[in-house]
């Protein structure tokens, strides 16, 4: 196993008009709740990662990090600010710009594992046998293909995230938006999970923002952490983790720079002192 060097980098990304990275530039988002009172999920939020970037995202629950997934896929606006994903800016770009993998795998209990991965190219207008035809090559790929007949509820929690990572990487879209896609593993199946993530983007490279709640996971598949403070979701620290990937994970977790770069992620995490 070759051996894993992190370094803390001095160097930022530089998206352009033409990059196909993600950007938000003062992006303030606002809710009505159901008794009427205003709530603001982010408040000026400044975030960008260049083209073939893992843009990590941790921050405490509730501060907004679904509803930026949501804004960048182009499932809504923000209410001030602006930002782009893949290139584009207008709601429409960003649809077809960004695959979303929502915090729930949403599997379809009665479509098999080939089929509901496949379902990424139904909705595209891809006829359903053709569709499946050119999901196997993905499935045998990874590893999974003795698992394509069978339906989600025989499956494990960390094959079903598989399979809806596939259903991900199938529609073919240039950026993946990822919300806590192990959020409810267990910690050893969530450790083989984000080994297996690292190869597969390794395999498939795209520009990636993956929420987390887990600082070790965001900094282990990260190449960029962002810090975000609690509800409104502002930007309070940016970490840079460049290193070869994929990363031995054994390794890389008790890299002494991992773990001095873990320590300032946390310390960002922590509320201020009174
Ligand atoms: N459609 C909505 N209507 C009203 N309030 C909303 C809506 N969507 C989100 N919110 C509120 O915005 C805030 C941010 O929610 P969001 O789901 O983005 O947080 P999160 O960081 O993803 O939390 P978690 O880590 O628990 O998943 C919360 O207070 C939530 O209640
Ligand atoms: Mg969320």
Redesign the pocket.
Known sequence: MATTQLRAAATEPQPTEESVGVELRGVT?R????RGDE?V??RGLDLSAADGEVLAVV??????????L?LLAGLGDPDEGSLAAGGTSSREGRLAACAYMP?RDLLLPWRSALANAALALEVQGVPAAAARRRALPLFERFGLAEFAGALPAELSGGMRQRIAFLRTLLAGRPVLLL??PFGALDSITRAAMQEWLAEALAAEPRTVVL?T?DVREALYLGTRVAV?SP?P?RLVAELAVPSESPRPRRETVTDPAFTALEEQALAALEPPRP
């Open positions: 988002r809710f009505r709740s159901s709530v999920a982010l921050g405490p629950s509730g501060c907004g990090k679904s509803t930026l949501e915090q919300d806590e929420v709640h975000l509800r979701g």
